[in-house]
């Protein structure tokens, strides 16, 4: 069955640092991909979204790709800021002959320090 | 203004009671989600209605009983409450039952049980 398998946290940066969250995946068909954003107490946001290979969604300085090849969709901003500290979800969703197919992974935890 | 609202937002209860929680979005979706969150960030789908109908009925005990009286509200109802319910419980909307568009999600109800 699908799965999406993401990079363990938890993840500490120093402001303005670079930042990578890994994010693999395994489907049957053409799933679209999601990254996914918890601030404390709150819930999930949208962060950034693919839907085919080689799309690449942004949003806030975040960016990442839809590899087919690698089945993976990492996410990477090249300058974190302390607002930036939160839970990141990586996520697949896959509509097939059997229905929706919804996946989150773990979710690594971020957080920058000054 | 708020999207997708949930409450109550903290629910804390005995072993062996019936709870609910409510479910509204005002963003027109005709799609809307459960989620379980657990104690380690792990989320998991529980159930999706689309306009109305179940559509999707996860691996859950028969317990938690759905119910959508129009498009706009899902709420969860909770029978003879155990000790493994508690959990961070988010509902969620979106445009399609497909998967392609992203999902909304509400703050999320924190259920302890004592």
């Known amino acids: 069955g699908d799965s999406v398998t993401q990079m363990e946290g938890p993840v500490t940066l120093s402001e303005e640092a670079f930042l990578t969250i890994n994010c693999t995946y395994t489907a049957t068909g053409y799933p679209s991909l999601f990254w996914y954003v918890q601030y404390p107490g709150e819930g999930l946001q949208l962060l950034l979204k693919a839907t085919k290979a080689d799309d690449k969604g942004s949003n806030k300085g975040f960016e990442a790709t839809y590899r087919k090849e690698t089945t993976s969709f990492h996410l990477e901003k090249g300058s974190v800021q302390v607002s930036d500290s939160a839970v990141y979800f990586c996520?697949?969703?896959?509509?097939?002959?059997?229905?929706?197919?919804?996946?989150f992974g773990t979710g690594t935890s971020l957080t920058v320090i000054p | 203004d708020t999207a997708v609202s949930q409450t109550p937002k903290y629910l804390v209860t005995q072993m062996g009671n019936d709870k609910s929680i409510k479910c509204e979005q005002n963003?027109?979706?005709?799609?809307m989600y459960w989620y379980k969150q657990d104690s380690k960030k792990f989320l998991k789908i529980m159930f999706s209605y689309n306009n109305k109908e179940l559509i999707i009925n996860e691996t859950v005990p028969n317990r938690f009983s759905p119910k959508s009286p129009d498009k706009a509200h899902l709420n969860l109802h909770i029978n003879s409450l155990e000790l493994g319910d508690s959990a961070v419980y988010f509902c969620a909307s979106s445009q399609d039952y497909q998967g392609y568009q992203p999902q909304h999600f509400g703050d999320g109800t924190r259920l302890s049980i004592l």
């Open positions: 963003l027109g979706h005709d799609t």
């Open positions: 996520a697949l969703s896959e509509w097939t002959n059997t229905g929706n197919q919804f996946y």
